[in-house]
């Protein structure tokens, strides 16, 4: 039987209260796995090597490798393909060495957290009242403001360059939950700190899912700075639904049945509901 030799991310390790901690070897590429092949027997089942293109320091062991790919061509020349493994919360997709982890103090620190106010035209950008038509609402009746929106406010206040967002560990998976802590620092300061997280359903979605964790985490970490507040607001949220949303039995155009979902009085239903 031949085996492709296949690449996989390793397990990340664990990043509590005290800060980032990984045994994972400091390389700067991916850990591969190959499988080795018995000429009369097939695979050996105990064969299995590790090597690491980066290197890795004397003495430590290579990360259970969790996640794995492979992709494997039996006698009849079919392919069998085994499923990347999500594992409990804590697996990461990506390998500890990005740099950024290890080099970078923002990967712990809290430095110029409360020192002063910013100052007053800082504020009066981040505070302004959320302009009411910027506003959406999901089928389900939750208000929300578009990811991009927080980006410009935060341009506004600080300038392109004068914020970023800083991730504070791994990728984790939890069923098909991804999520990652990410720390906002604005001029040199750290403000917050949010996990971000954002479902996927195969593999294929896993790009698109960590860009949805890192937008989930911006949103979080703006409630501290007072950005679009009035959505966290029972009262205010009341009011526009009241004044702006409808809520509509609407039906299913394929599989016929009805439920209930909020829109926009000057929204229709998007497609497959619709309002009969």
Known sequence: ?????????????????????????????????STGTNSSTGPSTGSASISATGGMKSGNTPPPQTNVAS?????????????????????????SSEGYLQDSQ????????????????IIDVLMAPVAENEIEIKPDGL??????????????????????????????VSGRNLSREYALICLGRFISQARGEQEFFDQSGLATATEGCKSNAL???????????????????????????????????????????????????????VKK
């Open 106 to 121: 923002w990967s712990t620190s809290f430095q110029g957290m409360a020192v002063a106010p910013f100052e007053q035209r």
């Open 1 to 33: 039987m031949d085996v492709k030799r296949v690449t996989s991310f390793g397990s990340f390790g664990s990043f509590g209260d005290q800060g980032y901690s990984s045994n994972a070897a400091k390389s700067t590429k991916p850990t591969s796995i």
């Open 219 to 273: 949103v979080r970490c703006c409630k501290d700075l007072g950005v679009a507040s009035e959505l966290w607001d029972p009262a205010f949220v009341s009011q526009f639904k009241a004044k702006y949303c409808v809520e509509d039995w609407v039906t299913h155009a394929v599989k016929g049945n009805k439920k209930r979902l909020w829109r926009l009085k000057t929204r229709s239903f998007d497609y497959p509901w």
């Open 71 to 95: 992709t494997q061509t039996n006698g009849g020349g079919a392919d069998v393909k085994n499923e990347i493994e999500v594992g409990e919360l804590g697996t990461s997709l990506f390998d």
């Open 143 to 172: 208000l929300y403001l578009p990811e991009i929106k927080y980006r410009r406010i935060l341009n506004r206040a600080f300038g392109p360059g004068g914020w970023g967002l800083v991730p504070r560990g791994a990728h984790s």
